[in-house]
């Protein structure tokens, strides 16, 4: 297991119902971690219509998370 700080924006914040969290987590990538989360938050948004980013990058999906990492998921904004 290990420790990582999560960030949510927009629509994943409201279902989250938190800006933030940290989560203890067995996730190894960015994916699985999506993954666990949608699990207990009521997430509906496929990896597809998100962009990751890890500690200010913005990795592949499959990045290998490490302890401390900041992981952020970023929705599709809209806006009008």
Known sequence: MIDVHVQYFAVLRER??????????AAATAAELYDELAGRHPFNLPR?????A????????SRPLGAGDLVVFIPPVAGG
Not at 16 to 25: H, I, K, L, N
Not at 48 to 52: A, I
Not at 54 to 61: K, L
């Open 48 to 52: 597809s219509m998100l962009r990751v």
């Open 16 to 25: 989250a119902g938190r800006s933030q969290e940290s989560v203890s987590t």
């Open 54 to 61: 890890v500690n200010d990058e913005f990795p592949d999906w």
